[in-house]
Protein backbone atom coordinates (compact mmCIF):
# COMPACT_ATOMS: atom_id res chain seq x y z
CA UNK A 1 0.00 0.00 0.00
CA UNK A 2 1.47 3.37 -0.66
CA UNK A 3 1.27 5.92 1.29
CA UNK A 4 2.20 9.55 -0.02
CA UNK A 5 3.96 12.25 2.19
CA UNK A 6 0.86 14.57 2.36
CA UNK A 7 -0.86 11.81 4.36
CA UNK A 8 2.09 11.53 7.14
CA UNK A 9 2.46 15.07 6.93
CA UNK A 10 -1.08 15.46 8.20
CA UNK A 11 -0.66 12.38 10.55
CA UNK A 12 1.76 14.10 12.39
CA UNK A 13 0.08 17.08 12.88
CA UNK A 14 -2.90 15.87 14.14
CA UNK A 15 -0.65 14.20 16.49
CA UNK A 16 0.43 17.20 17.77
CA UNK A 17 -3.08 18.26 18.71
CA UNK A 18 -2.97 16.02 21.95
CA UNK A 19 -3.18 18.02 25.04
CA UNK A 20 0.13 16.14 26.53
CA UNK A 21 3.09 16.75 24.34
CA UNK A 22 6.89 16.72 25.66
CA UNK A 23 10.06 15.92 24.02
CA UNK A 24 9.64 12.69 23.08
CA UNK A 25 6.52 13.77 20.54
CA UNK A 26 9.41 16.27 19.44
CA UNK A 27 12.19 13.84 19.16
CA UNK A 28 9.61 11.80 17.10
CA UNK A 29 8.41 14.46 14.51
CA UNK A 30 12.77 15.21 14.17
CA UNK A 31 13.21 11.44 13.04
CA UNK A 32 10.28 11.44 10.67
CA UNK A 33 11.42 14.56 9.27
CA UNK A 34 14.94 12.78 8.94
CA UNK A 35 14.11 10.19 7.41
CA UNK A 36 11.77 11.71 5.04
CA UNK A 37 14.62 14.55 4.03
CA UNK A 38 17.44 11.42 3.38
CA UNK A 39 15.87 9.98 0.43
CA UNK A 40 15.81 13.09 -1.04
CA UNK A 41 19.24 14.39 -0.01
CA UNK A 42 21.43 15.41 -3.08
CA UNK A 43 23.50 12.62 -3.79
CA UNK A 44 26.78 14.84 -3.93
CA UNK A 45 26.64 15.84 -0.47
CA UNK A 46 28.86 14.90 2.83
CA UNK A 47 26.87 13.23 5.14
CA UNK A 48 28.15 14.77 8.22
CA UNK A 49 27.25 17.80 6.53
CA UNK A 50 23.66 16.92 6.22
CA UNK A 51 23.40 15.50 9.72
CA UNK A 52 25.10 18.38 10.89
CA UNK A 53 22.79 20.88 9.51
CA UNK A 54 19.60 18.85 10.48
CA UNK A 55 20.70 19.13 14.06
CA UNK A 56 21.23 22.92 13.76
CA UNK A 57 17.59 22.89 12.25
CA UNK A 58 16.01 20.40 14.80
CA UNK A 59 17.67 22.69 18.00
CA UNK A 60 16.77 26.18 16.33
CA UNK A 61 13.16 24.47 16.03
CA UNK A 62 12.82 23.53 19.32
CA UNK A 63 14.35 26.40 20.55
CA UNK A 64 11.42 28.44 18.72
CA UNK A 65 9.09 26.81 19.99
CA UNK A 66 9.78 26.92 23.50
CA UNK A 67 10.04 30.66 23.33
CA UNK A 68 7.06 30.67 21.48
CA UNK A 69 5.52 28.88 24.68
CA UNK A 70 6.80 31.36 26.73
CA UNK A 71 5.69 34.10 25.07
CA UNK A 72 2.17 32.85 24.71
CA UNK A 73 2.33 32.87 28.88
CA UNK A 74 3.49 36.28 28.93
CA UNK A 75 0.81 37.32 26.66
CA UNK A 76 -1.69 35.89 28.66
CA UNK A 77 0.03 37.65 31.63
CA UNK A 78 0.18 40.90 30.21
CA UNK A 79 -3.95 40.15 29.04
CA UNK A 80 -4.12 39.81 32.69
CA UNK A 81 -3.24 43.30 33.34
CA UNK A 82 -5.56 44.47 31.04
CA UNK A 83 -8.56 42.65 31.21
CA UNK A 84 -8.16 40.02 34.39
CA UNK A 85 -8.52 43.02 37.32
CA UNK A 86 -9.32 39.65 39.81
CA UNK A 87 -10.68 42.32 42.35
CA UNK A 88 -13.99 40.90 42.31
CA UNK A 89 -15.54 37.79 43.30
CA UNK A 90 -18.11 35.39 45.00
CA UNK A 91 -18.51 36.55 48.30
CA UNK A 92 -20.31 33.26 48.95
CA UNK A 93 -18.64 30.42 47.50
CA UNK A 94 -14.69 29.76 47.17
CA UNK A 95 -13.80 27.49 44.88
CA UNK A 96 -10.12 25.83 45.14
CA UNK A 97 -7.39 24.47 43.43
CA UNK A 98 -7.15 21.52 46.48
CA UNK A 99 -6.66 18.30 44.35
CA UNK A 100 -5.70 19.90 41.18
CA UNK A 101 -3.49 18.01 39.74
CA UNK A 102 -0.19 19.82 38.13
CA UNK A 103 1.34 22.78 38.43
CA UNK A 104 -1.20 26.21 39.25
CA UNK A 105 -0.33 29.01 37.28
CA UNK A 106 1.40 32.28 38.89
CA UNK A 107 0.75 35.82 37.34
CA UNK A 108 2.65 38.62 37.60
CA UNK A 109 0.07 41.76 36.87
CA UNK A 110 0.00 44.11 39.47
CA UNK A 111 -3.85 44.19 41.25
CA UNK A 112 -3.43 46.65 44.52
CA UNK A 113 -0.89 49.12 45.41
CA UNK A 114 -1.21 50.06 49.28
CA UNK A 115 0.56 53.48 50.77
CA UNK A 116 0.52 53.68 54.48
CA UNK A 117 0.08 56.99 55.39
CA UNK A 118 2.70 59.55 56.72
CA UNK A 119 5.03 56.66 55.19
CA UNK A 120 5.31 55.04 58.88
CA UNK A 121 5.19 51.29 56.93
CA UNK A 122 7.07 49.74 59.57
CA UNK A 123 4.61 50.94 62.18
CA UNK A 124 1.15 50.61 60.38
CA UNK A 125 2.18 47.13 58.17
CA UNK A 126 1.58 44.80 60.55
CA UNK A 127 -2.13 46.11 60.25
CA UNK A 128 -2.11 44.99 56.56
CA UNK A 129 0.01 42.32 56.00
CA UNK A 130 -3.30 40.46 55.41
CA UNK A 131 -5.90 41.84 53.45
CA UNK A 132 -9.31 40.24 53.86
CA UNK A 133 -11.85 39.80 51.31
CA UNK A 134 -14.25 37.64 52.34
CA UNK A 135 -14.50 34.13 54.55
CA UNK A 136 -16.69 30.98 54.56
CA UNK A 137 -17.87 28.64 57.14
CA UNK A 138 -18.71 25.32 55.27
CA UNK A 139 -16.27 23.03 53.38
CA UNK A 140 -18.08 21.02 50.62
CA UNK A 141 -16.01 18.59 48.42
CA UNK A 142 -13.34 21.05 46.99
CA UNK A 143 -15.16 24.44 47.60
CA UNK A 144 -16.31 26.58 50.69
CA UNK A 145 -19.12 28.44 51.08
CA UNK A 146 -20.66 31.28 53.20
CA UNK A 147 -24.11 30.14 55.06
CA UNK A 148 -26.22 31.98 56.42
CA UNK A 149 -24.48 35.21 55.77
CA UNK A 150 -26.35 37.48 53.44
CA UNK A 151 -25.45 41.00 52.13
CA UNK A 152 -26.61 43.69 54.18
CA UNK A 153 -26.59 47.39 52.80
CA UNK A 154 -23.85 50.11 54.63
CA UNK A 155 -25.49 53.36 54.69
CA UNK A 156 -22.87 55.95 54.20
CA UNK A 157 -22.15 59.86 56.07
CA UNK A 158 -23.38 62.35 54.44
CA UNK A 159 -20.57 63.03 51.51
CA UNK A 160 -21.40 59.75 50.32
CA UNK A 161 -18.00 58.59 50.32
CA UNK A 162 -17.74 57.77 53.81
CA UNK A 163 -18.82 54.40 54.93
CA UNK A 164 -18.75 53.32 58.77
CA UNK A 165 -18.26 49.23 59.39
CA UNK A 166 -18.49 49.38 63.59
CA UNK A 167 -20.78 51.47 65.82
CA UNK A 168 -19.27 53.25 68.67
CA UNK A 169 -15.35 52.49 67.41
CA UNK A 170 -12.81 54.27 69.40
CA UNK A 171 -10.46 56.74 67.66
CA UNK A 172 -8.83 55.01 64.45
CA UNK A 173 -4.84 53.73 65.55
CA UNK A 174 -3.73 53.50 61.88
CA UNK A 175 -4.95 54.26 58.39
CA UNK A 176 -4.21 52.55 54.85
CA UNK A 177 -4.37 53.98 51.06
CA UNK A 178 -5.53 51.95 48.60
CA UNK A 179 -5.72 52.02 44.67
CA UNK A 180 -6.62 49.25 42.19
CA UNK A 181 -8.50 49.07 39.00
CA UNK A 182 -11.08 46.55 38.88
CA UNK A 183 -13.75 44.75 36.19
CA UNK A 184 -17.11 46.17 35.71
CA UNK A 185 -16.97 48.58 38.19
CA UNK A 186 -17.59 46.22 41.10
CA UNK A 187 -14.89 44.47 43.74
CA UNK A 188 -15.12 42.79 46.95
CA UNK A 189 -12.66 45.28 48.86
CA UNK A 190 -9.25 43.70 50.01
CA UNK A 191 -9.31 45.28 53.70
CA UNK A 192 -6.89 44.82 56.86
CA UNK A 193 -8.63 42.82 59.95
CA UNK A 194 -10.43 45.17 62.31
CA UNK A 195 -11.52 47.91 59.58
CA UNK A 196 -14.21 49.91 61.18
CA UNK A 197 -14.42 52.88 58.38
CA UNK A 198 -13.92 53.60 55.03
CA UNK A 199 -13.19 57.35 53.55
CA UNK A 200 -12.41 58.51 50.34
CA UNK A 201 -15.00 56.03 48.53
CA UNK A 202 -17.20 57.25 45.85
CA UNK A 203 -19.61 54.31 45.40
CA UNK A 204 -22.91 53.83 44.08
CA UNK A 205 -23.68 51.15 47.08
CA UNK A 206 -21.56 49.49 49.50
CA UNK A 207 -23.07 45.64 51.36
CA UNK A 208 -21.58 43.67 54.28
CA UNK A 209 -21.82 40.45 55.26
CA UNK A 210 -21.96 38.99 58.97
CA UNK A 211 -18.64 37.08 58.22
CA UNK A 212 -16.58 40.67 56.95
CA UNK A 213 -17.02 40.36 53.29
CA UNK A 214 -17.55 44.13 52.16
CA UNK A 215 -18.56 44.33 48.46
CA UNK A 216 -18.54 48.03 46.78
CA UNK A 217 -20.33 49.16 43.42
CA UNK A 218 -18.13 52.53 42.08
CA UNK A 219 -19.76 52.33 39.00
CA UNK A 220 -15.74 53.13 37.57
CA UNK A 221 -12.33 51.58 36.49
CA UNK A 222 -10.40 52.58 38.95
CA UNK A 223 -10.85 52.31 43.30
CA UNK A 224 -9.21 54.91 45.54
CA UNK A 225 -10.55 54.05 49.74
CA UNK A 226 -8.73 54.42 52.53
CA UNK A 227 -9.48 52.18 55.33
CA UNK A 228 -9.38 52.99 58.98
CA UNK A 229 -8.98 50.63 62.06
CA UNK A 230 -8.20 50.47 65.61
CA UNK A 231 -6.91 47.74 67.30
CA UNK A 232 -8.82 44.91 68.65
CA UNK A 233 -12.22 45.50 67.13
CA UNK A 234 -14.42 42.81 66.93
CA UNK A 235 -16.19 43.62 63.84
CA UNK A 236 -17.34 40.13 62.78
CA UNK A 237 -20.07 38.11 63.75
CA UNK A 238 -19.40 35.74 66.47
CA UNK A 239 -18.96 31.94 65.74
CA UNK A 240 -22.20 29.63 65.07
CA UNK A 241 -23.14 26.75 64.35
CA UNK A 242 -21.36 26.44 60.94
CA UNK A 243 -17.91 27.12 62.16
CA UNK A 244 -17.91 23.90 64.26
CA UNK A 245 -18.71 21.45 61.94
CA UNK A 246 -16.47 18.84 60.20
CA UNK A 247 -17.58 17.63 57.35
CA UNK A 248 -18.08 14.02 57.04
CA UNK A 249 -15.54 12.99 54.15
CA UNK A 250 -13.07 14.78 56.63
CA UNK A 251 -13.86 14.14 59.98
CA UNK A 252 -12.06 11.07 60.50
CA UNK A 253 -8.85 12.14 59.51
CA UNK A 254 -8.52 15.20 61.32
CA UNK A 255 -10.37 13.93 64.59
CA UNK A 256 -7.48 11.33 64.28
CA UNK A 257 -4.80 14.17 63.97
CA UNK A 258 -6.47 16.20 66.41
CA UNK A 259 -6.00 13.39 68.55
CA UNK A 260 -2.55 12.83 68.39
CA UNK A 261 -1.79 16.34 69.10
CA UNK A 262 -3.62 16.24 72.18
CA UNK A 263 -5.82 19.34 71.21
CA UNK A 264 -8.79 18.57 72.84
CA UNK A 265 -9.02 19.88 76.48
CA UNK A 266 -5.93 22.20 76.23
CA UNK A 267 -6.72 26.43 75.91
CA UNK A 268 -7.10 27.36 72.56
CA UNK A 269 -4.16 29.55 72.25
CA UNK A 270 -2.29 26.15 73.03
CA UNK A 271 -4.04 24.65 70.21
CA UNK A 272 -3.72 27.24 67.93
CA UNK A 273 0.16 26.90 68.65
CA UNK A 274 0.00 23.29 68.33
CA UNK A 275 -1.46 23.08 64.78
CA UNK A 276 1.09 26.18 63.97
CA UNK A 277 3.84 23.89 64.91
CA UNK A 278 2.63 20.74 63.04
CA UNK A 279 1.74 22.42 59.79
CA UNK A 280 5.25 24.27 60.11
CA UNK A 281 6.87 20.85 59.29
CA UNK A 282 5.27 20.50 55.96
CA UNK A 283 6.48 22.05 52.67
CA UNK A 284 4.83 24.59 50.03
CA UNK A 285 4.38 23.51 46.40
CA UNK A 286 1.97 24.99 44.12
CA UNK A 287 2.49 21.28 42.17
CA UNK A 288 0.74 18.32 42.30
CA UNK A 289 1.92 15.24 40.66
CA UNK A 290 -0.65 12.78 40.97
CA UNK A 291 -4.83 12.44 42.19
CA UNK A 292 -5.34 11.17 46.31
CA UNK A 293 -5.30 7.47 46.56
CA UNK A 294 -8.97 5.85 45.65
CA UNK A 295 -10.70 6.12 48.97
CA UNK A 296 -8.66 9.35 50.37
CA UNK A 297 -9.93 13.28 49.86
CA UNK A 298 -6.75 15.44 48.60
CA UNK A 299 -6.92 17.42 51.94
CA UNK A 300 -6.78 13.78 53.68
CA UNK A 301 -3.75 12.88 51.78
CA UNK A 302 -2.23 16.03 52.20
CA UNK A 303 -2.38 15.52 56.27
CA UNK A 304 -1.13 11.59 56.17
CA UNK A 305 1.25 11.07 53.09
CA UNK A 306 2.35 14.24 50.84
CA UNK A 307 2.82 16.50 53.33
CA UNK A 308 3.34 19.27 50.64
CA UNK A 309 0.83 22.17 49.00
CA UNK A 310 -0.08 24.98 48.10
CA UNK A 311 -1.62 28.06 50.97
CA UNK A 312 -5.33 26.31 50.54
CA UNK A 313 -4.11 23.47 51.53
CA UNK A 314 -3.03 24.93 54.81
CA UNK A 315 -5.42 27.20 55.44
CA UNK A 316 -8.37 24.46 54.73
CA UNK A 317 -6.51 22.05 56.94
CA UNK A 318 -5.80 24.40 60.36
CA UNK A 319 -9.54 25.34 59.68
CA UNK A 320 -10.48 21.50 60.31
CA UNK A 321 -7.99 20.77 62.75
CA UNK A 322 -8.98 23.82 65.26
CA UNK A 323 -12.89 22.38 64.53
CA UNK A 324 -11.66 18.85 65.62
CA UNK A 325 -10.52 20.92 68.58
CA UNK A 326 -13.93 22.51 69.22
CA UNK A 327 -12.30 25.77 68.28
CA UNK A 328 -14.32 27.88 66.26
CA UNK A 329 -12.58 28.61 62.56
CA UNK A 330 -13.35 29.99 59.46
CA UNK A 331 -11.64 29.86 55.63
CA UNK A 332 -10.61 33.49 54.68
CA UNK A 333 -9.21 34.39 51.27
CA UNK A 334 -7.24 37.77 50.24
CA UNK A 335 -4.30 39.14 49.36
CA UNK A 336 -0.60 39.06 51.26
CA UNK A 337 1.01 41.98 51.33
CA UNK A 338 4.59 41.74 50.85
CA UNK A 339 6.78 43.12 48.22
CA UNK A 340 7.58 46.87 48.59
CA UNK A 341 8.41 48.90 45.23
CA UNK A 342 10.52 51.72 45.68
CA UNK A 343 10.15 53.06 42.21
CA UNK A 344 6.59 53.56 43.37
CA UNK A 345 7.51 54.07 47.59
CA UNK A 346 4.28 51.85 47.90
CA UNK A 347 3.81 47.80 48.17
CA UNK A 348 2.52 46.20 45.45
CA UNK A 349 -0.08 43.24 45.37
CA UNK A 350 0.25 41.22 42.68
CA UNK A 351 -2.27 38.27 41.19
CA UNK A 352 0.09 35.71 42.39
CA UNK A 353 0.26 36.75 45.73
CA UNK A 354 -3.81 35.79 46.28
CA UNK A 355 -3.71 33.84 49.74
CA UNK A 356 -5.63 31.76 51.89
CA UNK A 357 -5.36 31.68 56.41
CA UNK A 358 -7.53 30.51 59.05
CA UNK A 359 -9.31 32.64 61.03
CA UNK A 360 -9.89 30.78 64.75
CA UNK A 361 -12.32 32.47 67.74
CA UNK A 362 -9.45 32.88 70.40
CA UNK A 363 -10.34 35.01 73.88
CA UNK A 364 -13.66 36.10 72.36
CA UNK A 365 -12.56 37.61 69.23
CA UNK A 366 -11.52 36.27 65.77
CA UNK A 367 -7.76 36.02 65.60
CA UNK A 368 -5.68 36.09 61.70
CA UNK A 369 -4.04 32.24 61.47
CA UNK A 370 -1.78 31.96 58.70
CA UNK A 371 0.26 28.43 58.55
CA UNK A 372 1.49 28.41 55.21
CA UNK A 373 5.03 27.92 55.63
CA UNK A 374 6.51 31.87 55.31
CA UNK A 375 9.01 30.99 52.48
CA UNK A 376 6.02 30.54 49.53
CA UNK A 377 6.26 34.56 48.75
CA UNK A 378 10.26 34.24 48.51
CA UNK A 379 9.72 30.99 46.36
CA UNK A 380 7.15 31.94 43.83
CA UNK A 381 8.58 35.58 43.38
CA UNK A 382 11.96 33.35 42.34
CA UNK A 383 10.11 32.01 39.32
CA UNK A 384 9.56 35.61 38.08
CA UNK A 385 10.79 36.38 34.87
CA UNK A 386 14.30 38.58 34.27
CA UNK A 387 12.54 41.26 32.10
CA UNK A 388 9.28 41.81 35.33
CA UNK A 389 11.60 45.35 36.37
CA UNK A 390 11.09 46.31 32.98
CA UNK A 391 6.98 45.77 32.64
CA UNK A 392 6.77 46.89 36.08
CA UNK A 393 8.18 50.44 34.87
CA UNK A 394 5.71 50.30 32.17
CA UNK A 395 2.72 49.29 34.10
CA UNK A 396 4.10 52.27 36.85
CA UNK A 397 3.84 54.46 34.01
CA UNK A 398 0.22 53.47 32.93
CA UNK A 399 -0.86 54.10 36.54
CA UNK A 400 0.41 57.48 36.47
CA UNK A 401 -0.66 58.75 33.44
CA UNK A 402 -4.24 56.86 33.98
CA UNK A 403 -4.27 58.69 37.90
CA UNK A 404 -2.86 62.23 36.78
CA UNK A 405 -4.78 64.68 38.73
CA UNK A 406 -6.43 67.33 36.82
CA UNK A 407 -3.90 69.87 35.34
CA UNK A 408 -3.96 73.60 36.40
CA UNK A 409 -1.98 76.00 34.31
CA UNK A 410 0.59 78.39 36.50
CA UNK A 411 1.73 82.23 35.37
CA UNK A 412 4.07 80.59 33.13
CA UNK A 413 1.97 78.29 31.37
CA UNK A 414 0.11 81.67 30.89
CA UNK A 415 3.12 83.55 29.47
CA UNK A 416 3.86 80.80 27.14
CA UNK A 417 0.13 81.07 25.50
CA UNK A 418 0.57 84.55 25.03
CA UNK A 419 3.92 83.76 22.82
CA UNK A 420 2.26 81.25 20.93
CA UNK A 421 -1.00 83.74 20.09
CA UNK A 422 1.44 86.32 19.05
CA UNK A 423 3.28 83.97 16.89
CA UNK A 424 0.16 82.72 15.47
CA UNK A 425 -1.03 86.21 14.80
CA UNK A 426 1.96 87.34 13.26
CA UNK A 427 1.63 83.85 10.88
CA UNK A 428 -2.09 84.70 10.23
CA UNK A 429 -1.56 88.49 9.54
CA UNK A 430 1.89 89.61 8.84
CA UNK A 431 2.90 86.92 6.95
CA UNK A 432 -0.16 87.36 4.18
CA UNK A 433 1.21 90.79 3.21
CA UNK A 434 4.71 89.48 2.94
CA UNK A 435 3.36 86.79 0.41
CA UNK A 436 4.21 87.25 -3.06
CA UNK A 437 1.37 87.33 -5.76
CA UNK A 438 3.06 84.52 -7.44
CA UNK A 439 3.60 82.44 -4.19
CA UNK A 440 -0.49 83.18 -3.15
CA UNK A 441 -0.80 81.88 -7.06
CA UNK A 442 0.82 78.96 -6.66
CA UNK A 443 -0.55 77.88 -3.38
CA UNK A 444 -3.80 78.12 -5.16
CA UNK A 445 -2.74 76.08 -8.02
CA UNK A 446 -1.59 73.81 -5.87
CA UNK A 447 -4.99 73.17 -4.42
CA UNK A 448 -6.86 72.56 -7.19
CA UNK A 449 -7.65 68.66 -7.48
CA UNK A 450 -7.75 66.35 -10.27
CA UNK A 451 -9.66 66.18 -13.18
CA UNK A 452 -11.24 69.43 -12.06
CA UNK A 453 -11.30 70.15 -15.87
CA UNK A 454 -13.26 67.55 -17.16
CA UNK A 455 -16.26 68.10 -20.33
CA UNK A 456 -18.23 65.96 -17.81
CA UNK A 457 -19.40 68.47 -15.31
CA UNK A 458 -20.55 70.54 -18.49
CA UNK A 459 -22.48 67.09 -19.32
CA UNK A 460 -23.91 67.39 -15.45
CA UNK A 461 -25.12 70.70 -15.92
CA UNK A 462 -26.87 69.94 -19.63
CA UNK A 463 -28.91 67.12 -18.23
CA UNK A 464 -31.34 66.73 -15.00
CA UNK A 465 -29.26 68.08 -12.25
CA UNK A 466 -27.88 66.03 -9.78
CA UNK A 467 -29.30 66.08 -5.95
CA UNK A 468 -26.73 66.98 -3.03
CA UNK A 469 -25.44 63.79 -1.87
CA UNK A 470 -26.22 61.23 -5.01
CA UNK A 471 -23.98 59.43 -6.44
CA UNK A 472 -23.84 59.10 -9.97
CA UNK A 473 -24.86 55.42 -10.36
CA UNK A 474 -28.35 56.98 -8.79
CA UNK A 475 -28.32 59.50 -10.67
CA UNK A 476 -27.92 57.79 -14.00
CA UNK A 477 -30.80 55.57 -13.05
CA UNK A 478 -32.74 58.84 -12.25
CA UNK A 479 -32.18 60.23 -15.81
CA UNK A 480 -32.05 56.67 -17.99
CA UNK A 481 -35.72 57.11 -18.50
CA UNK A 482 -35.38 60.34 -20.84
CA UNK A 483 -32.24 59.22 -22.75
CA UNK A 484 -31.93 56.56 -25.99
CA UNK A 485 -29.98 53.48 -25.55
CA UNK A 486 -27.41 55.15 -27.32
CA UNK A 487 -27.12 58.49 -25.57
CA UNK A 488 -27.51 55.98 -22.02
CA UNK A 489 -24.40 54.06 -23.30
CA UNK A 490 -22.14 56.80 -24.51
CA UNK A 491 -23.29 58.47 -20.95
CA UNK A 492 -21.96 55.51 -19.34
CA UNK A 493 -18.54 55.06 -20.88
CA UNK A 494 -18.18 58.82 -20.64
CA UNK A 495 -18.36 58.61 -16.63
CA UNK A 496 -16.27 55.91 -16.70
CA UNK A 497 -13.28 57.62 -17.94
CA UNK A 498 -14.00 61.06 -15.78
CA UNK A 499 -13.85 58.76 -12.57
CA UNK A 500 -11.19 57.31 -13.62
CA UNK A 501 -9.85 60.93 -14.46
CA UNK A 502 -10.90 62.37 -11.17
CA UNK A 503 -9.83 59.58 -8.99
CA UNK A 504 -7.27 57.06 -10.46
CA UNK A 505 -3.47 58.27 -9.31
CA UNK A 506 -2.08 57.44 -12.88
CA UNK A 507 -4.77 59.61 -14.81
CA UNK A 508 -5.55 58.78 -18.30
CA UNK A 509 -3.84 58.19 -21.08
CA UNK A 510 -3.60 61.33 -24.27
CA UNK A 511 -6.15 58.68 -26.16
CA UNK A 512 -8.29 58.06 -23.39
CA UNK A 513 -8.55 62.11 -22.27
CA UNK A 514 -9.61 62.90 -25.79
CA UNK A 515 -11.96 59.89 -26.04
CA UNK A 516 -13.56 61.54 -22.84
CA UNK A 517 -13.88 65.02 -24.60
CA UNK A 518 -15.64 63.35 -27.39
CA UNK A 519 -17.93 61.65 -25.76
CA UNK A 520 -18.74 64.61 -23.80
CA UNK A 521 -19.38 66.54 -26.68
CA UNK A 522 -21.47 64.24 -28.56
CA UNK A 523 -23.59 64.18 -25.18
CA UNK A 524 -23.94 67.73 -25.32
CA UNK A 525 -25.61 69.15 -28.46
CA UNK A 526 -28.34 65.86 -28.32
CA UNK A 527 -29.58 66.87 -24.48
CA UNK A 528 -29.53 70.58 -25.32
Same mark, same amino acid.
Not at 144 to 153: G, I, K, N, V
Not at 229 to 253: C, F, K, N
Not at 325 to 334: D, E, L, N, Q, V
Given at each position: ????????????????????????????????????????????????????????????????????????????????????????????????????????????????????????????? @??????? #??????? !?? %??? &?? +? $??????????????????????????????????????????????????????????????????????????????????????????????????????????????????????? @??????? #??????? !?? %??? &?? +? $????????????????????????????????????????????????????????????????????????????????????????????????????????????????????????????????????????????????????????????????????????????????????????????????????????????????????????????????????????????????
Amino acid at each position: MYVSAVYVALAVIAAGVANLRGPEYYTGVVIATAWALYAIRPAHSSLAAWVLMLAVAAGAGYAGQVGLAQLQARIESWAIDFNLRGLDADPFRSVTEIGSIGRLKQYDAILLRVYADNGDATRVR @PHFQLLH #RASYNTY !SG %TSW &LA +R $ESTMQPIESEADNTTWTLAAAAPPRTWSVRFAARIERGKALLPLPAATTRITGLTAVSLRRNSLGAVHADVGADWLQYQAEGAAGMATYAAPGVPDLILPSAERAVFERVAAELALRGV @PAEEAVR #RIARHLG !SF %TYS &LY +R $ERAAPAGETALGDFMTRTHSGHCEYFAAAAALLLRAAGIPARYATGYAVEEHSALENAYIVRSRHAHAWTRAWVGGRWIDLDTTPPHWVAEEASQAPFWQGLADLARWAGFRWIMREEFKPSDAWYGVLAVLALILGWRMFGGKRAARKGDAGAAVARQRHPGEDSEFYAVEKSLAARAEGETHAAWVARISSGLTPGQLKILRDALRLHQRYRFDPAGLAATERNRLRELCRTLIPRTQ
